[in-house]
Structure formats: C-alpha cells, structure tokens
C-alpha cells in the first residue's frame, strides 16, 4: 500500500505497491484492520509457507511532526495506513507488494533474486514503433480496470468506520491520477471547515522518493497490464527548450484548432476525460474525489503567467540545482533555501536557491508553462505529459 511522505523519507524506507488492494477492500478487513491476504504461488496469506512474508503490525514512524499540519486524529493519511489497516503483509528478501508476491523494484525472477536493470530514455531517441507502443500502452492504461486496487469514494468515517465500505473500480491510468490527486488533496475537517496548507507528496522532503515510487509503481502496472516487462517510461529533457517539443499529434497531442485549451482531435488524447479537478466541489460537499468523468483534457502550453514563470527551466538551472549539496535544510517546505530538493521542485530560484514561492522554477516551471491540467496541483497526472516529466526530474 501507498505511504505517504510528510518531512522525511519513509517512502525509501518502505516501497510500497498500491493505494486500496481490492482483496482487502471489504467489511472483514476493514472491521479487523487486516489487510493480509495469501499469496496466489501457495494460498498462504502474505506467501507465508514460501518465506516471502508474514501477516504484522505495521511500524509508524516515531519522527516528530512538523508544525504545517496542527492536527492529530482527522485526516486518514496521518500515520498512513492505521486508521485502515494496522496489520499488514511485511515482506523478506526482495520481495515486495500487499501480499509479498512482487519483487522489488530492480529485481525479477521466481524467487526475485534476479539483478535487473532497465533503462528509461529520451522520448525522441525512440523509434517510430517504440514511441507509437508507448502512447498505445497509455491508451489502454486510461481504458482497462485495475485488476488489483480500488479508490475510496469515502473517508473512514464515512464508510461508518469500516461496516459501509466506499470503494469503486477505476481504470490503471486513473488510479494514479487518483493517488496523486489523494496524496495533495485538502484535509476535510467537517461542516464547511478545510485545511489546505497541507500536501502529502509536495513541499517537504519526501517529493522527491515520493515520485520515484509513484512512477516505479505506474512504470509496473504497465508492464503487468502489457506483458511488456521490458517497458520504461521516457522521459522528456526539457532543459532550454523554446516550447512545448512534445505538443504535437505526433508525441504528447496538439492544440485544438479552433479552442486553444484542447487538443487537437487527431490525438488520441483528446477523447480523455480528465478526473479529481474539482477541489473546491469536494471540499464544499466534504467529499472525495469519486473518479468520475470531469471533461476533457486542457493544455494551453505558453499561454501561462509569464510573470510567475518567464521561461522554461535552462541547462544552466539544473547544473546549478545539481550543484547543491544539501538535500533539504531549515523549514524543509517550500520555504527552505540552498536545498536541492526545494530548488528542484521550483520554491527556490535555480540561481541563487533561496526560496522565492512567488516565482516557479525547474519542475514547477512546467507544470505552470502547460497551462492546463497539468497547472492544478491535485489534477496533474491526468496529462499523459506529466510522467515524461517527472521521469526527468527522477
């Protein structure tokens, strides 16, 4: 399951596989906490007869908190994933996901002792064939029904503490979305209350590990869902790049012709429908974002506030961020200066690294520049085009 990073970096710690599996998204698992289900290789809950695992309480963090969050007790992500399950699958070895039947990231094989090493490249190093097997495979990620989790439509409470449980199908393309959408979203705090200055997956330590898995885990799916085990995702550089080079049919999806914020309808992606935008919805209706369509994907790239972000990250930015040699320092938010992380995820100028929020700089830079979809922190990840980035900023 999905850990949450918020001021340090337990996603390192312990990779994780998913948000909600759909074997444990019942009322028994919810009632008992458990979420230990068996091994399909020899029926034994977490591989347990095979040494892959076994079925424990869960280890919390005991770092103290930071002071962005003054809360304890309402949101379910604190101390995720307790207030759904407190005994959980706890894989040896190299082995790895919510019933220990996965290898860990870098590894294959029947008993996952296999070294594997793939390689993620440029989108325009591929070939015709590469590139067009990479859009299909996004196609039938946003088409096909995750096999292995479900979403929450509802928080803990809702659900009646387990005896009303609230989880719905989505596709292996939205579950991401969703996750990200999950992982940033606003903190319900009852009536018409919400805490917004909070963010799971951005503004802290944990952004950068928090991704990694986040696209490790979609870089899997796909590969499951394909029978492509060789499948990467590529990556765009976008360093001093004039426009959006991958803003056309033949890549990522053109402008419309007549409405400068769709896509062009040659592009597949222009019948996408965008899910999780409407945060202000689900915070008036203290609701979850239930993955339901919300219209079509928006791109406007360069059309953006060029007083917040005047150009496109440079060559010379990302040398300069490379060159930091402080992972994280002071407040560890966007407020943290000289920090590596801060300075790449775009709070602090990618010159001086001292943070300066008003300005967006190297990652948050392009998500502003797209102008869109990809601008809304919480909606992000339902442009295609956001894991070629992030794949650059891993």
């Known amino acids: 399951m999905l850990l949450f990073a918020l001021g340090f970096l337990l996603v390192i710690l312990q990779p994780s596989t998913g948000q909600f599996p759909r074997v444990c998204a019942n009322v028994q698992s919810l009632l008992s906490k458990e979420c230990c289900p068996p091994w399909d290789g020899d029926g034994s809950p977490c591989g347990q007869l095979s040494g892959r695992g076994s079925c424990q309480n869960i280890l919390l963090s005991q770092a103290p908190l930071g002071p962005q969050f003054p809360f304890s007790g309402v949101d379910d992500r604190e101390e995720w994933p307790s207030v759904f399950y407190n005994r959980t699958c706890r894989c040896v070895g190299n082995f790895m996901g919510f019933s220990c039947g996965e290898c860990k990231f870098g590894f294959s094989g029947l008993n996952c002792a ?68 999950y992982a940033s979203r606003d903190t ?132 300069f961020c490379l060159s930091l040699t402080q992972y994280e320092s002071g407040p560890m938010d966007k407020m943290a200066n000289y920090s590596f992380r801060n300075t790449l995820e775009g709070f602090a100028d990618p010159q001086t690294a001292i943070s300066n929020p008003a300005q967006s700089g190297l990652h948050n830079a392009l998500h502003i520049y797209m102008n869109g979809s990809m601008s809304q922190v919480q909606g992000s990840a339902n442009d295609p085009i956001f894991v070629l980035h992030h794949a650059f900023v891993d």
């Not at 070294?115 to 064939?129: E, G, S, Y």
């Not at 067009?132 to 292995?148: C, E, G, H, P, R």
């Not at 803003?247 to 309808?265: A, F, K, Q, V």
């Not at 790239?301 to 007083?307: I, T, V």
């Open 188 to 319: 319900l705090l009852g009536g018409s209350s919400v805490w917004r200055d909070i963010d799971f997956a951005h503004e802290a330590p944990g952004f950068l590990p928090w991704h990694r898995v986040f696209l490790l885990m979609w870089e899997r799916q796909i590969q499951r869902i394909t029978g492509d085990e060789s499948f990467t995702i590529p990556y765009w550089d976008w360093r001093d790049a004039e426009d959006c080079e991958v803003c056309n049919d033949e890549y990522m999806g053109g402008r419309h012709p007549t409405n400068p914020n769709l896509l062009s309808p040659a592009s597949i992606f222009s019948s996408w429908q965008v899910i999780c935008t409407r945060s202000e919805e689900y915070n008036s209706q203290q609701a979850l974002c239930s993955a339901t369509g919300e219209g079509p994907l928006r791109r406007n790239p360069g059309n953006h506030d060029k007083s917040r972000t005047p150009r496109l990250p440079s060559s010379a930015d990302v040398e």
């Open 114 to 181: 296999e070294r594997q090493v793939k390689i993620r490249r440029n989108i325009f190093q591929l070939t015709a064939i590469e590139k067009n097997k990479f859009l299909a495979y996004l196609n039938l990620a946003k088409s096909i029904t995750s096999q292995d989790y479900v979403i929450a439509t509802g928080t803990y409470a809702q659900m009646n503490n387990g005896l009303n449980p609230m989880f719905r199908d989505i596709s292996v393309y939205d579950l991401f979305v969703w996750m990200h959408y």
